[in-house]
């Protein structure tokens, strides 16, 4: 069977603005601070600096596709991109509105939403960019994922198409 990528979706108001707001600081504080005659003013450019540091860390576990092929379900990122096993995969459905309430170890904000969050009294596993059309994946050891494809109806459709084929 073929292999299906599907891209993430569109990033919502509040990534739109944690990215785009502080990578213009990042890229113009840095130049800005460096270039200054005063001591203290370079002393903030090198704290510029590592806060990018962070920010460039932060990038390598930021979703960036959904793949769906023959064995497993991938989140792709480029450090450590993480499979779901279609025999560990219990069900899969969309959900509309997902409205995390606490970050227990996440990032929300910066690129994505990625990591876990308390919703519904219920710590779950968000790798997304849009809260608004998720789809909810729900695993045989009771885990619970957030993902946000694109066009999610097809990614729904592509996993319980491989979800029937396990059951054969």
């Known amino acids: 069977m073929d292999i299906k990528v599907f891209r993430m979706a569109p990033y919502d ?70 499979a779901l096993p279609y025999e560990k995969i219990a069900s899969v459905e969309m959900a509309d509105n997902v409205k995390p309430e606490v970050k227990v170890f996440a990032n929300a904000g910066l690129f994505c939403y990625a990591g876990l969050v308390l919703i519904d009294n219920e710590i779950v596993r968000i790798y997304a960019t849009n809260l608004k059309r998720m789809v909810r994946v729900s695993t045989t050891d009771g885990k619970t994922w957030y993902l946000s494809p694109a066009d999610r109806e097809k990614f729904v459709a592509a996993v319980k198409e491989h979800l029937g084929e396990k059951e054969k």
Request: charged content about 15%; proline content about 3%; glycine content about 10%.
């Open 13 to 82: 108001l509040f990534i739109k603005i944690g990215t785009y707001g502080l990578s213009a600081l990042f890229f113009l504080g840095i130049p800005g601070c460096m270039m200054m005659q005063e001591e203290e003013f370079r002393e903030v450019g090198w704290v510029t600096l590592v806060i990018g540091g962070l920010w460039l860390l932060v990038y390598l576990f930021v979703p960036l596709k959904y793949v769906i092929s023959s064995k497993q379900l991938v989140i792709k990122r480029l450090a450590c991109s993480i």
